[in-house]
């Protein structure tokens, strides 16, 4: 019966050779132990199919592409070869669950094993991608990522504030490109970390904070790049709620282009990268300077034309025709300005004269109707007399007290006041006729 180690010798060329052990083995060097591994792995496992989840996929400068398959309990790192990747009838994924099969690989110099991909199919999708759509759907069903809901960045902001962890490279890359753009905008850093199990809660404590005490103008959430399980704090479910509840416009700058997390949809604006969301707050200060003189040129060459046109046009009169144009430019405006005036006062006379004789009329019908002008053709208005307190003192020269009109209002021994033209008397009834 053979085994393995009857294919490997006496340590040579370097490898000293150990005592042998109790086993009677020599001592393996750490080359020889790997080229074991090698070849006892790559004979074994020469043609597989693994199934799990994409994580960490990189496109190499070479056209290959690098990622790592996982599943609950471990992960395998794997390569496809760019003439492979011709035949992949599908674009690959972070959070894609796959299988992959081909063979496995040692690495010696980095005493790693992998997997190299001939082919790759779908399984279905990963069980993080499952829980981000699902988790998108509710959050968009209660409107949380409706455009109507979605706030203007301001133009110039005075303060930015920004959640994301204190030592990574976002950080860095924001205050490189504020200082680069605009240097004079205040930056606060509202520290957090940006994965692990009490990053969301930590992440949505400072939004909330940055809203209740107004620390700044704008507010970018973020951090750099990595894989999905990376980035799912920047997805959770309270951090979403909190930047869709922010009063203050929110920007989410969360990994490279190509990631994603829901702080994206919930956020007033996504940019690709912290560096991206650092430009969209900050507007250059050599574009607004050559905007300024931009304009101030416009102005100045407009200013210029202007007084260069009236300079030409005031060039073709020479002084001693001046008055003369002037004169014939304003006589007939001066002449139409007195015929006017003296048409204004002909039409005010009319006008008064037909309404002194209007007065004068309604005077005179006033008069004609007036009760003491009949009177005085030698009529008399008999009344009721008044109590005889008041005898016959009465304010009113009509009199006062009941106009008779006829007989049947009257009652022997009655008392009656009748009323002249001038002056009243006072008369008893002795007999009634009706």
Not at 7 to 15: R, S, Y
Not at 302 to 314: F, K
Not at 378 to 402: F, W
Request: aromatic fraction near 6%; charge should be neutral; include cysteine.
């Amino acid at each position: 019966m053979t085994s393995i180690w009857d294919d490997i010798g006496p340590a040579t060329d370097g490898d000293e050779a150990k005592p042998a052990g109790r086993s009677g083995k020599s001592v393996l060097s750490v080359g020889a132990l790997t080229v074991l591994i090698k070849n006892s792995l790559e004979t074994s496992f020469s043609s597989i199919s693994v199934e799990g989840e994409v994580s960490g996929s990189k496109l190499s400068s070479s056209g290959h592409l690098y990622f790592s398959l996982k599943d609950k309990d471990a992960m395998v790192q794997a390569v496809m070869f760019k003439f492979r990747l011709a035949d992949l009838d599908f674009e690959l994924g972070d959070g894609m669950k796959v299988i992959a099969r081909g063979s496995i690989s040692v690495y010696a110099a980095r005493g790693q094993y992998q997997l190299i991909v001939q082919s790759m199919r779908k399984s279905g999708v990963g069980d993080i991608l499952a829980m981000l759509e699902e988790r998108k759907r509710r959050l968009a069903a209660e409107g949380l990522f409706d455009q109507d809901r979605k706030k203007a960045l301001p133009r110039f902001p005075s303060s930015v504030a920004v959640v994301t962890s204190p030592t990574g490279a976002a950080f860095r890359d924001i205050l490189n490109v504020l200082g680069r753009r605009n240097a004079g905008i205040d930056i606060l850093l509202l520290p957090a970390p940006v994965q692990g199990e009490e990053a969301a809660g930590i992440i949505a404590a400072r939004i909330r904070q940055a809203n209740r005490l107004m620390l700044a103008d704008v507010l970018i959430v973020g951090r750099g790049g990595g894989s999905p399980e990376d980035l799912l704090a920047f997805s959770d479910e309270l951090v979403v709620r909190a930047i869709a509840a922010s009063t203050i416009p929110v920007i989410s700058a969360v990994g490279h282009e190509i990631d994603w997390a829901l702080s994206d949809f919930a956020a007033d604006v996504r940019a690709p990268t912290p560096s991206a969301a650092a430009e969209l707050v900050a507007e250059s200060r050599e574009i607004l300077q050559r905007e300024v003189a931009q304009f101030g040129g416009a102005l100045e060459s407009a200013a210029r034309s202007r007084i260069d046109y009236a300079r030409m046009a005031l060039s073709t009169f020479a002084p001693e025709d001046v008055e003369a144009r002037f004169m014939r430019i304003f006589m007939p405006v001066a002449r139409r300005l007195d015929d006017a005036g003296d048409d204004l006062g002909a039409g005010m006379t009319l006008l008064l004269r037909d309404r002194g004789h209007r007065v004068a009329l309604c005077d005179t019908s006033m008069e004609l109707a007036s009760p003491m002008a009949v009177l005085r053709r030698g009529y008399s208005i008999v009344r009721q007399a008044a109590p005889a307190t008041e005898g016959l003192n009465q304010d009113s020269p009509l009199g006062s007290g009941a106009i008779v009109r006829a007989a049947a209002q009257l009652h022997k021994d009655e008392s009656l006041q009748i009323v002249f033209s001038s002056g009243k008397a006072r008369v008893e009834v002795r007999e009634v006729k009706p």
